[in-house]
């Protein structure tokens, strides 16, 4: 098992404790931080970032290892030291790469469903790509490459790292003294994931405050500006897959529609947001013009809506270990093939959220591709017991009976 799957194993349950703690200590102060479906969809976003990379899916454009074989001009021998100057440099080129995330428009996708939510809390934090599949961030290591750090103290600093992140996505720590000036705080973050004028594109560190002072992009928390979270062109879904693509759907439409060819290629490369002049007047989009005036995305759910969404979830967090505990036991086709059938399954449920009758294609699809992945583990002579089939194959039967009950009984319909 690799050492991201075992990081992985130990951090999920101690997210899911925080979480608790936090929704626990909220309801004792009387503040409202978490929306059952928003929480649903956080979570099961970080389900797909996690399975995916636990799959290891995706290019990497150049890999660390070969800049080291390449570029090493002095190597640093003492490991405490090696180990320091990784984690700088991991800070360091999380920043610019983060940067670049909200500077460019087609990097904008890569980020775009962690900004997504409209509230802010702990599980949000989990709401993690799985549209940034070709990786460039090594050119940001090149530093450490320089000096010969090793690749494998990467391979175990880069997910202590990403989980370091989560702490700070939390409305109830206010501002932390001292530590303001050298941390990145839920002070400093809330900034971060501000949608108000004066807060946007502000505070991009990750770990250490001194990038952001260090190169004009620092933003104080203002006690006269409350923060209002979300983005700016809303994302009006709770399905995470969607929210992946969104704004890559909607470069491509404007591509096409674009009368001047130089429009078609430079929209891809330009600032965050921007859009060619005919197309921009023709084909308006939703845009929030004052956050003050923001109306939160919520779809009416019944109870029973929301308590199988949960239980649908709970599965799906399942199934992504069993995923893990499956790499190496069954050929890696069969593993996406399974990954597939998970997002699926999580776009259904999300999908049901959203009162979207798509909810009802993506059983039926859930369904005839967990019956051919359970046809092909049986063709590769993949041992699963006559109970655990029968089990299996009940549970798709049920799971789409109940997700079209739901749909036509339980739901405020909307439109594709």
């Given at each position: 098992?690799?050492?991201?799957i075992?990081?992985?194993?130990?951090?999920?349950?101690?997210?899911?404790?925080?979480?608790?703690?936090?929704?626990?200590?909220?309801?004792?102060?009387?503040?409202?931080?978490?929306?059952?479906?928003?929480?649903?969809s956080?979570?099961?976003?970080?389900?797909?970032?996690?399975?995916?990379?636990?799959?290891?899916?995706?290019?990497?454009?150049?890999?660390?290892?070969?800049?080291?074989?390449h570029?090493?001009?002095?190597?640093?021998?003492?490991?405490?030291?090696?180990?320091?100057?990784?984690?700088?440099?991991?800070?360091?080129?999380?920043?610019?790469?983060?940067?670049?995330?909200?500077?460019?428009?087609?990097?904008?996708?890569?980020?775009?469903?962690?900004?997504?939510?409209?509230?802010?809390?702990?599980?949000?934090?989990?709401?993690?790509?799985?549209?940034?599949?070709?990786k460039?961030?090594?050119?940001?290591?090149?530093?450490?490459?320089?000096?010969?750090?090793?690749?494998?103290?990467?391979a175990?600093?880069?997910?202590?790292?990403?989980f370091?992140?989560?702490?700070?996505?939390?409305?109830?720590i206010?501002?932390m003294?001292?530590?303001?000036?050298?941390?990145?705080?839920?002070?400093?973050?809330?900034?971060?994931?501000?949608?108000?004028?004066?807060?946007?594109?502000?505070?991009?560190s990750?770990?250490?405050?001194?990038?952001?002072?260090?190169?004009?992009?620092?933003?104080?928390?203002?006690?006269?500006?409350p923060?209002?979270?979300?983005i700016?062109?809303?994302?009006?879904?709770w399905?995470p897959?969607?929210i992946?693509?969104?704004?890559?759907?909607?470069?491509?439409?404007?591509?096409?529609?674009?009368?001047?060819?130089?429009?078609?290629i430079?929209?891809?490369?330009?600032?965050?947001?921007?859009?060619?002049?005919?197309?921009?007047?023709e084909?308006?989009?939703?845009?929030?013009?004052?956050?003050?005036?923001?109306?939160?995305?919520?779809?009416?759910?019944?109870?029973?809506?929301?308590g199988?969404?949960?239980?649908?979830?709970?599965?799906?967090?399942?199934?992504?270990?069993?995923?893990?505990?499956?790499?190496g036991?069954?050929?890696?086709l069969?593993?996406?093939?399974?990954?597939?059938?998970?997002?699926?399954?999580?776009m259904?449920?999300?999908?049901?959220?959203?009162?979207?009758?798509?909810?009802?294609?993506?059983?039926?699809?859930?369904f005839?591709?967990?019956?051919?992945?359970?046809?092909?583990?049986?063709?590769?002579d993949?041992?699963?017991?006559?109970?655990?089939?029968?089990?299996?194959?009940s549970?798709?039967?049920?799971?789409?009976?109940?997700?079209?009950?739901?749909?036509?009984?339980?739901?405020?319909?909307?439109?594709i």
């Open positions: 098992m690799n050492t991201y075992i990081a992985v194993s130990i951090a999920i349950p101690i997210f899911i404790i925080l979480i608790g703690i936090e929704a626990f200590v909220a309801s004792k102060r009387g503040l409202q931080i978490n929306h059952p479906a928003d929480m649903i956080s979570l099961s976003s970080g389900i797909t970032n996690t399975t995916r990379d636990g799959i290891g899916f995706g290019l990497v454009l150049i890999s660390y290892a070969w800049l080291v074989d570029l090493t001009i002095i190597k640093v021998e003492p490991v405490w030291l090696a180990v320091i100057i990784a984690f700088v440099v991991e800070d360091f080129a999380g920043y610019w790469i983060h940067r670049l995330n909200h500077s460019v428009n087609i990097f904008w996708n890569r980020h775009i469903i962690h900004h997504s939510s409209e509230e802010y809390n702990l599980s949000c934090a989990l709401r993690q790509s799985i549209s940034n599949n070709l460039f961030g090594a050119f940001f290591f090149i530093p450490a490459a320089l000096l010969g750090i090793p690749p494998y103290l990467f175990i600093i880069s997910p202590i790292h990403l370091m992140q989560f702490w700070y996505h939390t409305r109830l206010d501002k003294g001292l530590l303001e000036n050298i941390l990145v705080t839920p002070s400093h973050h809330r900034v971060h994931h501000a949608i108000n004028r004066e807060y946007i594109d502000k505070n991009y990750q770990i250490f405050i001194i990038w952001d002072k260090l190169f004009g992009t620092f933003q104080p928390e203002e006690k006269s500006i923060p209002v979270y979300g700016l062109r809303p994302a009006h879904t399905n897959v969607i992946n693509f969104k704004h890559l759907c909607q470069i491509l439409k404007d591509a096409y529609h674009a009368n001047n060819f130089v429009d078609k430079r929209i891809w490369f330009m600032p965050l947001g921007w859009r060619p002049n005919d197309v921009k007047d084909f308006l989009l939703e845009t929030t013009e004052n956050p003050y005036l923001q109306k939160k995305y919520a779809p009416k759910n019944s109870n029973f809506q929301l199988w969404s949960w239980i649908q979830f709970s599965l799906a967090g399942i199934f992504m270990f069993i995923i893990f505990y499956s790499v036991e069954i050929s890696l069969i593993i996406n093939l399974i990954g597939g059938v998970l997002l699926l399954h999580i259904s449920y999300t999908f049901l959220l959203d009162n979207n009758k798509l909810a009802m294609v993506m059983e039926l699809l859930k005839i591709s967990g019956c051919f992945v359970l046809f092909l583990l049986h063709q590769n993949f041992f699963i017991s006559n109970i655990i089939y029968v089990l299996i194959i549970y798709l039967i049920v799971s789409m009976g109940i997700t079209i009950y739901l749909f036509n009984n339980q739901t405020t319909h909307q439109p």
